[in-house]
């Protein structure tokens, strides 16, 4: 284990035994993955304490982790950021956006997931640093912006689900990852061992771990996805499954 590695158990460990001691409820900043499976790799040393993660909607995939009750609400904004004049705007992505927001010198972890759609962004982030956001964005790359509290993500903007059917060799990770996204089974085994693969927020090194129904598995640079169940099998023992992939 790093020192990073340590440094950040020390900090959950910290933050539950606060929210225990003091009958509080304590936060931590947005978690990108390797981080929550790092959390669940010590989640039984603070069982003692209730907890629960959250990254201000359903599909986000950085999240915040409540200790304490969990009555009390998140501490998470959703800030609208559009074009002042979108016909004149540059093509943004993703990465202009976060970009511009870590040029204003805002940190990472008060930045959970930027969801954008036709040049325009929905960023949640930490409330401690919205006013700062509001008052400080006013442009991106050439492009000047407005931004606005958003009271949630509309349906046009959100992540979209697709329903796919699939025939794979095995209930294997790898057979099921290497068929969704199209990759040969030592492609999908390399991204296993270069710990790109995790289940249900966990960092997963295993090639043949069995998929469940309603696992959520996410491979970084191909996509997330939520394995459905099997279906049928061939006489060639061949598996028909169905498998809910984020768009």
């Avoid at 915040?64 to 705007?89: A, E, M, N």
């Avoid at 036709?118 to 949640?124: G, H, L, R, S, T």
């Avoid at 099921?176 to 927020?201: D, H, M, P, T, W």
């Amino acid at each position: 284990m790093n020192n990073e590695e340590e440094q950040l158990k020390k900090r959950f460990l910290e933050l539950a035994e606060k929210a225990y001691s003091r009958n509080i409820c304590t936060f931590t900043g947005f978690l990108g993955l390797m981080e929550m499976s790092i959390f669940y790799e010590i989640s039984k040393d603070v069982s003692y304490a209730e907890f629960n993660l959250s990254g201000g909607a359903d599909f986000c995939e950085r999240k915040v982790i409540r200790f304490g009750s969990l009555d009390t609400p998140y501490p998470i904004d959703c800030i609208h950021i559009t074009p002042t004049l979108k016909k004149f705007s540059d093509a943004l992505s993703h990465r202009d956006f976060l970009g511009a927001l870590i040029h204003l010198g805002i940190k990472r972890d008060v930045i959970g997931d930027i969801i954008v759609n036709d040049n325009e962004a929905f960023v949640f982030c930490l409330n401690s640093i919205t006013d700062f956001i509001l008052q400080n964005l006013s442009r991106i790359k050439h492009t000047s912006v407005k931004c606005q509290i958003a009271a949630k993500v509309p349906d046009e903007s959100c992540i979209h689900i697709v329903q796919c059917e699939l025939n794979v060799a095995s209930l294997r990770l790898d057979a099921v990852i290497g068929e969704i996204y199209k990759l040969s089974r030592s492609q999908a085994q390399l991204a296993i061992r270069e710990r790109r693969v995790f289940v249900n927020g966990r960092l997963t090194e295993n090639n043949s771990y069995t998929v469940k129904p309603d696992d959520v598995i996410t491979v970084r640079g191909f996509g997330r996805f939520i394995f459905g169940d099997m279906i049928r099998s061939t006489k060639k023992g061949r598996l028909f499954i169905t498998a809910l992939l984020y768009q």
